[in-house]
């Protein structure tokens, strides 16, 4: 009897498993990827040009080393580019990314944002929600206050002309990264996206300001941001993920401006802490807002957020005077509101 042997030819190798081999190859063959091989990458994976076992792959493993600063400042730099990102930073002031929604707190740093805008400060906002069910995210938050979320670039341009603040969902202006985003429940696990869009500053404004949960994260995101060569930024553990100063807790600010590298210590507020709320009510950002409750956790985190953001945009050259402003600005709406009454 003859057995005859069938050479099987051997599939050419899927040009992204080189990047997946890079990072999954055992802990001493594995390495980072550089900025340019982060920059490939995460351009196949916004072109569709990756399966989704390799997605899963890719993202699971950058999750499990966490990303350095050049692969985070590469995967920035490919979503601007694919997501056609426009780069008339003339129309915002200061890009705020709002991506992680509040669980123990509202979401104080809203009004701080409003506040800066009622005091001719253009603020552009961007985010996600839905992908965790027991947060508040910001895009839910706006009706409280009678604002509505922005649709698509040009309702920004006529929104920061009308009101001075804009906030646009990640799905209108990057809709595959969000595509990504929404993995999450099927991954039980954040990716890299839920770090680099914190970061991908869609209107290319000179200032921008970013909160994070875990402090490690910190100045990876002030390195990636000189990297980009992102003029001015800030980045702090902010209450839930958020960019809001905790009032009871002392605030690390990481900042680059015009490529120096900065770390600054803000004084907690209060000397004992706050019991957090037992269940938390939207409705309470208008009636603070409106002046008609007064909760001095509420307006110390609105305060103080502002204050961090104004330092940032040169209006103040110290901590104190930036408290100052802010506090100023906050005493102010409400002496014009009782004024009208």
Not at 47 to 70: H, S, W, Y
Not at 147 to 154: D, G, H, P, R
């Amino acid at each position: 009897m003859t057995f005859t042997h069938h050479e099987q030819t051997p599939h050419p190798e899927h040009p992204f498993a080189e990047y997946i081999r890079i990072l999954g190859k055992g802990k001493k063959g594995s390495r980072p990827l550089t900025q340019d091989e982060a920059y490939q990458a995460m351009k196949m994976i916004l072109a569709d040009q990756v399966l989704p076992i390799q997605l899963g792959a890719f993202l699971m493993l950058m999750r499990v080393k966490e990303e350095t600063p050049e692969e985070l400042a590469g995967f920035v730099l490919a979503a601007r580019e694919s997501c056609n990102l426009t780069n008339d930073k003339k129309i915002v002031d200061l890009d705020w990314s709002s991506y992680a929604g509040k669980r123990r707190h509202l979401p104080w740093f809203l009004l701080s944002a409003l506040l800066l805008a009622e005091n001719g400060i253009k603020v552009f906002m961007h985010g996600a929600g839905g992908h965790s069910a027991d947060r508040l995210y910001t895009q839910d938050m706006l009706k409280y206050l009678g604002l509505e979320c922005a649709s698509s670039i040009e309702q920004v341009r006529v929104q920061l002309e009308e009101q001075r603040f804009s906030y646009l969902p990640l799905e209108h202006f990057c809709p595959k990264l969000h595509e990504i985003i929404e993995l999450r429940p099927l991954m039980g696990l954040r990716s890299p996206v839920h770090t680099l869009v914190r970061l991908i500053n869609p209107f290319n404004a000179d200032y921008s300001i970013q909160g994070i949960f875990h402090p490690g994260y910190r100045p990876v995101h002030q390195q990636a941001a000189a990297l980009l060569q992102q003029p001015h930024a800030a980045v702090l553990k902010g209450e839930g993920g958020e960019t809001e100063r905790n009032p009871d807790m002392e605030c690390l600010v990481q900042s680059v401006h015009n490529g120096e590298l900065f770390d600054e210590n803000w004084p907690a507020l209060f000397v004992r802490r706050h019991v957090k709320p037992e269940e938390l009510d939207p409705r309470q950002l208008a009636l603070i807002w409106q002046g008609s409750f007064v909760d001095e956790f509420a307006e110390n985190a609105i305060i103080g957020t502002a204050a961090i953001a104004l330092k940032l945009l040169g209006k103040a050259n110290t901590q104190q005077q930036a408290h100052q402003l802010a506090a100023d600005y906050w005493l102010s709406r409400h002496r014009q509101k009782y004024a009208g009454l």
